[in-house]
């Protein structure tokens, strides 16, 4: 990253080919800044004003009443002497990330004591007993978060190899929006490595895909998980999705339905695919859902959230981050039972 010092303008962080996660975050900040009438700071190494010459130097720089929050990618978590600190978690939707925020959090609970609050999500961090859970604040998107335009592929999956698939899957081509005629509805569900992992909820994807392969009227667009930090990869994402296949006790057909697709990224809040057909969103509970607005969330028939019991955000009220069209529903893995 190129920036002109260790404090830094916005503008510069954001104008450095940064990860999408990381620009979401940071312009959610800047927006609940800018509506509070607070100036906002970027500090790139913070460990370098801990102590002497350099904290003096950085604390005739800011406010008194100044907040720290520390957008972590789950890595670490650093606080700035004297300053309240706060915790952005932004990546927790990729494997990498929630592991090292795992063993952070086992080898260095000392970290988590003093958090303040932490945005748009709610963690126990820490160790017993020094267990902590800082306060979730919740924060929208006020924009929508501009993304490439993301292709629309076939769905086909053979269980034995993710690089079959994805081979086949793009020599067959993407699939244009306008070709899609005679469904009378659509699911979305935006895949992440981290939902996958959960075992309940993988199950439960299985089943909805069998189901929509006999169900001509539905339309089912599943967006591929990416890896943290690089390039979405089609290979990667059916790798991912496939493991949760293997897992579950659902066989799928080897084949390649007109009412199944992959999106190979993101689709943004405006895709001419959300007007065609009215739209349901399927989502775990740890979706970053911050990614998108309300407004968004709003447009749908309903936004059906998969839960485990005594997962991690169990508390949240699912109203508040999607709307009153929101539902939580729990599911079970079937491993757990086997």
Not at 282 to 310: I, M, N, P
């Given at each position: 990253?190129?920036?002109p ?5 916005p ?10 996660e ?17 100036p ?6 913070p ?16 406010s ?62 820490g ?134 697709l ?28 911050w ?48």
């Amino acid at each position: 990253m190129s920036l002109p010092g260790s404090l830094a303008e916005p503008a510069d962080v954001l104008a450095n080919p940064v990860s999408l996660e990381l620009r979401s975050a940071l312009e959610i900040l800047l927006a609940e800044a800018r509506r509070r009438g607070l100036p906002v700071m970027c500090v790139a190494r913070p460990e370098m004003f801990t102590h002497g010459m350099a904290e003096a130097w950085f604390r005739a720089r800011v406010s008194p009443l100044a907040q720290h929050v520390c957008l972590s990618d789950g890595s670490s978590v650093k606080h700035l002497p004297g300053l309240p600190t706060h915790v952005f978690f932004y990546g927790l939707m990729f494997r990498d990330a929630v592991a090292a925020l795992r063993r952070l959090s086992r080898r260095a609970p000392e970290l988590m004591i003093n958090l303040g609050s932490q945005v748009n999500s709610c963690l126990t961090l820490g160790r017993a007993p020094c267990r902590v859970r800082p306060e979730p604040v919740l924060l929208s998107r006020t924009t929508a978060l501009r993304v490439p335009p993301p292709l629309l592929l076939p769905f086909f999956l053979n269980r034995d190899s993710a690089e079959d698939s994805a081979n086949r899957v793009q020599q067959a081509g993407p699939v244009a929006a306008e070709s899609l005629l005679g469904f009378s509805r659509m699911l979305y569900v935006p895949l992440t490595e981290t939902a996958l992992d959960d075992g309940a909820f993988g199950h439960a994807v299985t089943e909805l895909i069998l189901q929509t392969f006999f169900d001509p009227t539905t339309l089912l667009v599943l967006k591929c998980p990416a890896a943290c930090q690089v390039e979405p990869s089609l290979t990667h994402g059916i790798a991912t999705l496939l493991a949760a296949v293997r897992k579950s006790s659902v066989m799928l057909p080897r084949s390649s339905p007109p009412n199944i697709l992959f999106a190979a990224s993101d689709l943004e809040e405006d895709h001419v695919i959300f007007d065609r057909f009215p739209f349901c969103l399927v989502v775990h509970d740890s979706f970053d859902f911050w990614r998108h607005t309300k407004g968004f969330y709003a447009r749908a028939q309903e936004v059906t959230v998969l839960a485990r019991q005594g997962s991690a955000t169990e508390e949240f009220n699912v109203a508040a981050i999607y709307g009153p069209n929101a539902v939580r529903r729990w599911v079970v893995d079937p491993a757990d039972h086997g």
